[in-house]
């Protein structure tokens, strides 16, 4: 049979849809056998899984949707997984948020200490969704993945299962290039940047439209408008005001430091006062994402169930699934499409040490990632990212080695929080609100 098993892990996401779209308008190109929808959660997926399948039924009827919460199931000889779990689920993203705005720190998904809180719940599963692959899965599988917080989950393969064929990737830089494409009046594809950092912690130094360096004509822009312009208004993404706080929030860090064009997520650590200000414990990101994106495909999964018709391309927004089937179709076909990705640093960057997980470009082969050199860094950039960097490897070894002594180092270095007390305290309360996902540290 010809084309390829595909399985999504973390079938239940918002955002399976999206990617099943996504899947379907490459389909030709990819060559698809089969789409497999996992999960642990049955009832959220089989929810999920009415939308998908009304997707299929109106872009794609030919291909067979299985869905399933039996690992080996899912996993035989699959050539593909798309892995986008949220370890306690936006249940649990809350809390981290929560958590942490009530000891005044940044409360965040993947940064500050609701990140390390998600990470260390994040580790261990997957390395049993590794270990479900190199079970069952064909010889030459990969696993794309999502799952955040990208930076912890990345540090913690490389170092756990060192051998997996699994490629970690974030949509921030993509989505960003989305908007400098809006400003420039011209496609995303036209679009190639050069870029160094860590996940959600990385600086554009380069950015060309069709080969002709715009930097300095995007910088000009970021400084006055952050990521916003007039054709981004009408970008769905920037229709959440939430987005949109985040995308302008650039104007600040680009006018602090001019050399290069800012990552959104650098907010949270270079301007986390004002970030701790702007959130709403009562309303936090995740909070936010249940009474919308969630809401939404739960509604059109009721409204399907009873035989209404839906308006199925609400969900069709973002970048974030064309890039997954992008990088997935090239590691298929051995297309050596430029992008960014998340890889042990190993001499790319000069200046920084080998067992770093830096986010830079790579040419996407079918033997994998093929990292771009870049050289030298700053030292303003290299000591951020240094400390970023240490503070990540100490949440992965307080996972594996159970030390409450390395979670408080690791939450004592993260920039958001402002000293070694309420590192302490933050990481306290975490640890009950964790009780049954963190390994019990010692
Ligand atoms: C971007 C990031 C993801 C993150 C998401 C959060 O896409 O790259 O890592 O999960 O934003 O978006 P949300 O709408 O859930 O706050
Ligand atoms: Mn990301």
Not at 102 to 108: A, D, I, N, P, S
Not at 274 to 286: L, W
Not at 365 to 374: I, K, L, N, Q, S
């Amino acid at each position: 049979m010809n084309g390829y098993k595909i399985v999504i892990c973390g079938g239940g996401s918002t955002y399976t849809a999206g990617i099943v779209k996504d899947l379907i308008d490459q389909k030709d190109e990819l060559g698809i056998r089969e789409l497999w929808l996992y999960d642990i959660d049955k009832e959220r997926q089989d929810t999920v899984a009415v939308v998908v399948k009304a997707v299929i039924d109106d872009l794609a009827p030919e291909i067979p949707l299985h869905v399933t919460v039996d690992p080996k199931e899912a996993f035989t000889d699959a050539n593909f997984v798309m892995a986008q779990m949220r370890v306690g689920g936006l249940k649990m993203r809350i809390q981290d948020e929560q958590i942490s705005l009530r000891h005044g720190v940044v409360g965040q998904e993947t940064c500050g200490a609701g990140g390390m809180a998600y990470g260390m719940r994040t580790i261990f599963p997957m390395c049993e969704l590794v270990d479900f692959c190199e079970e069952y899965a064909c010889k030459d599988y990969w696993i794309v993945n999502y799952s955040n917080p990208a930076a912890i989950v990345a540090k913690a393969m490389h170092k756990l299962r060192p051998n997996a064929r699994i490629l970690d990737i974030c949509d921030m830089p993509v989505e960003i290039e989305a908007r400098m494409a809006e400003i420039l009046g011209c496609e995303l594809s036209d679009i190639e940047v050069d870029y160094f950092g860590l996940n959600h912690f990385g600086w554009f130094t380069n950015v060309r439209c069709k080969g002709v360096d715009v930097t300095d004509k995007l910088k000009e822009h970021v400084r006055k408008f952050g990521y916003i312009s007039e054709a981004s208004l009408n970008d769905a993404l920037v229709k959440d005001p939430d987005w949109a706080h985040t995308f302008k929030n650039a104007a600040t860090i680009s006018t602090l430091f001019q050399d290069y064009l800012p990552n959104t997520y650098y907010q949270y650590y270079l301007l986390p006062d004002a970030c701790v200000e702007y959130m709403d414990i009562n309303n936090t990101r995740g909070m936010q994402v249940v009474n919308g994106r969630e809401k939404r495909i739960f509604d059109a999964s009721a409204a399907l169930k009873r035989g209404e018709k839906v308006d199925l391309t609400q969900f069709y927004v973002g970048v974030h699934g064309r890039f997954i089937v992008d990088v997935v179709k090239s590691l298929a076909h051995d297309l050596r499409h430029r992008q960014l990705v998340i890889v042990p640093n190993n001499g790319a960057i000069e200046n920084l040490s080998d067992d770093a997980t830096v986010e830079i470009p790579a040419y996407i082969t079918d033997r994998g990632a093929e990292p771009v050199r870049v050289g030298k860094i700053p030292r303003f950039y290299k000591g951020l990212i240094e400390q970023q960097d240490a503070c990540e490897g100490l949440v992965v070894e307080a996972v594996i080695e159970g030390s409450y002594q390395k979670a408080l180092e690791a939450f004592t270095l993260n920039r958001t929080i402002p000293s070694a007390r309420v590192a302490k305290e933050v990481l306290d309360d975490m640890i009950e609100a964790n009780k049954g996902y963190w390994p019990e540290l010692k």
